[in-house]
């Protein structure tokens, strides 16, 4: 599975953006789909993660009920829908693939996107 993360930029606190992370291959309705964000100086942290059928989701609890996530298999990518942006939430953002079931432990993802950085100004 190679990955490709986008949607990235600059936004004003309480602001929102839509992160991508586009899939390749055929086996894309397989996999757990995870976000996981590192900020300078900090270690990468877990922010959400879909099961393969999308019926399952977890979320750090730093960005509960602000954050969304989301997968489209006709389109085979997922989404982070971050509303309510803070700037603690400044961070290089990335996408990570693994089976069979959902987890915030990064070391347990086999496939990663190549980050997207979010900058939220204050």
């Known amino acids: 599975v190679q990955l490709q993360a986008s949607g990235g930029g600059l936004v004003q606190a309480g602001g929102s953006l839509r992160l991508s992370c586009a899939a390749s291959?055929?086996?894309?309705?397989?996999?757990?789909m995870g976000w996981f964000r590192q900020a300078p100086g900090k270690e990468r942290e877990f922010v959400a993660t879909i099961s393969w059928s999308g019926g399952t989701t977890h979320y750090a609890d730093s960005v509960k009920g602000r954050f969304t996530i989301s997968r489209d298999g006709a389109k085979n990518t997922v989404y982070l829908q971050m509303n309510s942006l803070k700037p603690e939430d400044t961070a290089v953002y990335y996408c990570?693939?693994?089976?069979?079931?959902?987890?915030?432990?990064?070391?347990?993802?086999?496939?990663w996107g190549q980050g997207t950085q979010v900058t939220v100004s204050s």
């Open positions: 990570a693939a693994k089976r069979p079931l959902t987890s915030s432990r990064g070391y347990e993802y086999d496939y």
């Open positions: 291959g055929h086996t894309f309705s397989t996999v757990v």
